[in-house]
Nanobody, 121 residues
Framework: QVQLVESGGGLVRPGGSLRLSCTVS????????MGWYRQGPGKERELVAV???????IYADSVKGRFTISRDNAKNSVSLQMNSLKPEDTAVYYC???????????????WGQGTQVTVSS
């Protein structure tokens, strides 16, 4: 059974930093694009950052220069380093993987359970 397990959320003051991690567990053969989305209070879910299997990256304009996405293909994991956090970064952050190939099947549009990030003084 494939699971996306997230960690690293919490409460931080403006200007602070947090690091989110997401590990894909199971009998994994291949993972394509990995990313992070977020949904703030009363807002639609939005893309934060994506990293391809070849480590190409895309960032939302609102986080460029502050957030860094990275992945470890050997560990089937993706991380999001968030610096210079602002109150408007407050949201539930979700790990997303668009395609996971296991030993027996291919799974599409896979989501983690979400982790809360709150930026407040």
């Amino acid at each position: 059974q494939v699971q996306l397990v997230e960690s690293g959320g919490g409460l931080v003051r403006p200007g602070g930093s947090l690091r989110l991690s997401c590990t894909v567990s199971g009998s994994i053969r291949d993972i394509k694009n990995m990313g992070w989305y977020r949904q703030g209070p009363g807002k639609e879910r939005e893309l934060v950052a994506v990293i391809t299997s070849n480590h190409g990256t895309i960032y939302a304009d609102s986080v460029k220069g502050r957030f860094t996405i990275s992945r470890d293909n050997a560990k089937n994991s993706v991380s999001l380093q968030m610096n210079s956090l602002k109150p408007e970064d407050t949201a539930v952050y979700y790990c997303h993987v668009d395609r996971i190939a296991t030993m027996w099947e291919e799974l599409y549009d896979n989501w983690g359970q979400g982790t809360q990030v709150t930026v407040s003084s």
